[in-house]
């Protein structure tokens, strides 16, 4: 549970679950070895990157956002990681960050709740930040995905959560660039199935877990 202390970015009042949950199902994380380098891609307030910390799912977790709002807000709120040296924030763009070679095969988790619609795609947000993190014009899927396989050291493992309808483009596009499905969740109260959470390892061999009803 955060701290009444939370920091939150312009207007929102509270987070969605699909971070808590991403970071919930991550029950191999920070277990046997050491050290764990994750990062959180679109770290919004940083309640993921904390959420890592806090549960010692991660040794350490770099935070970035395109969002300068974002930025400022993680700092403050993920304000004891950095001063103990076990986070970094920083503000770029995630096809930046993904580009600079100094920053491949560093990680042994990518973690990441993405924009979950396809630009052009459903109703236009009135808030800019919604919009951004919603809608998948700067962080589309195969940016990201092409981040993970290049960011991740061999074995490593993506988190996300994404839309079940979007469940076979996703997959496809993950096992293209060899980040091999592994584990599937779906939420036992989301009752439409609407979302789904995902684990994938770089480098794998095929096989996929799914879990219909996990908590």
């Given at each position: 549970?955060?701290?009444?202390?939370?920091?939150?970015?312009?207007?929102?009042?509270?987070?969605?679950?699909?971070?808590?949950?991403?970071?919930?199902?991550?029950?191999?994380?920070?277990?046997?070895?050491?050290p764990c380098h994750a990062i959180d891609v679109g770290?919004?307030?940083?309640?993921?990157?904390?959420?890592?910390?806090?549960?010692?799912?991660?040794?350490?977790?770099?935070?970035?956002?395109?969002?300068?709002?974002?930025?400022?807000?993680?700092?403050?709120?993920?304000?004891?990681?950095?001063l103990s040296g076990k986070t970094q924030v920083y503000?770029?763009?995630?096809?930046?960050?993904?580009?600079?070679?100094?920053?491949?095969?560093?990680?042994?988790?990518?973690?990441?709740?993405?924009?979950?619609?396809?630009?052009?795609?459903?109703?236009?947000?009135?808030?800019?930040?919604?919009?951004?993190?919603?809608?998948?014009?700067?962080?589309?899927?195969?940016?990201?995905?092409?981040?993970?396989?290049?960011?991740?050291?061999?074995?490593?493992?993506?988190?996300?959560?994404?839309?079940?309808?979007?469940?076979?483009?996703?997959?496809?596009?993950?096992?293209?660039?060899?980040?091999?499905?592994?584990?599937?969740?779906?939420?036992?109260?989301?009752?439409?199935?609407?979302?789904?959470?995902?684990?994938?390892?770089?480098?794998?061999?095929?096989?996929?877990?799914?879990?219909?009803?996990?908590?």
């Open positions: 549970m955060i701290s009444k202390e939370w920091q939150f970015i312009d207007n929102q009042k509270r987070h969605t679950q699909d971070g808590c949950q991403l970071v919930g199902l991550m029950t191999s994380v920070g277990r046997g070895r050491r770290c919004g307030d940083g309640i993921i990157a904390f959420d890592i910390l806090k549960d010692k799912k991660a040794t350490s977790v770099v935070a970035i956002d395109i969002l300068d709002s974002a930025v400022q807000t993680s700092i403050e709120n993920l304000k004891s990681y950095l503000r770029v763009s995630a096809s930046k960050f993904f580009g600079q070679k100094e920053n491949w095969g560093k990680f042994h988790r990518f973690v990441i709740n993405p924009p979950f619609y396809a630009h052009g795609s459903g109703r236009a947000n009135k808030s800019k930040l919604d919009q951004i993190a919603r809608h998948d014009k700067s962080l589309h899927l195969k940016l990201w995905a092409r981040g993970a396989s290049r960011l991740l050291k061999q074995g490593g493992q993506l988190f996300c959560v994404f839309p079940s309808e979007r469940l076979a483009e996703a997959i496809a596009e993950l096992s293209r660039l060899s980040l091999e499905p592994k584990e599937l969740w779906w939420l036992r109260h989301d009752r439409r199935k609407r979302r789904f959470f995902l684990r994938a390892v770089l480098g794998a061999k095929p096989g996929l877990i799914v879990h219909l009803d996990h908590v």
